[in-house]
């Protein structure tokens, strides 16, 4: 079965980096875009980053962009999620997704696999 794993989630410092990353099984990564998403206390799943097929396409919520880097190893399996200059206001659990297409969505209900989620605090 597809198995998303994610790790590197933790507490940093306002200012501080963490770098996400998703590791993939079951399916047939090299033709799946990816995604990062996060969710909040009391708020909808939102949209971070995605990443085409390739990793020649890239897109971010304008809130990261600048401080967030998606790319992928294929030949790993996984995908990472860079983030330097954390803010506050960035704390949620962050969730990787794989869709069964090769170019990137935007949206929650465009990916079909999710993995379990890490928790990224950032203290103020």
């Known amino acids: 079965q597809v198995q998303l794993v994610e790790s590197g989630g933790g507490l940093v410092q306002a200012g501080g980096s963490l770098r996400l990353s998703c590791a993939a099984s079951?399916?047939?990564?090299?033709?799946?875009?990816m995604g990062w998403f996060r969710q909040a206390p009391g708020k909808e799943r939102e949209f971070v980053a995605a990443?085409?097929?390739?990793?020649?396409?890239?897109d971010y919520v304008d809130s990261v962009k600048g401080r967030f880097t998606i790319s992928r190893d294929n030949a790993k399996n996984t995908v990472f999620l860079q983030m330097n200059s954390l803010k506050p206001e960035d704390t949620a659990v962050y969730y990787c997704?794989?869709?069964?297409?090769?170019?990137?969505?935007?949206?929650?209900?465009?990916?079909?696999?999710w993995g379990q989620g890490t928790q990224v605090t950032v203290s103020s």
């Open positions: 990443i085409n097929w390739s990793g020649t396409s890239t």
């Open positions: 997704a794989a869709r069964g297409g090769i170019e990137l969505r935007t949206r929650p209900y465009e990916y079909d696999y």
């Open positions: 079951g399916l047939s990564f090299s033709s799946c875009a």
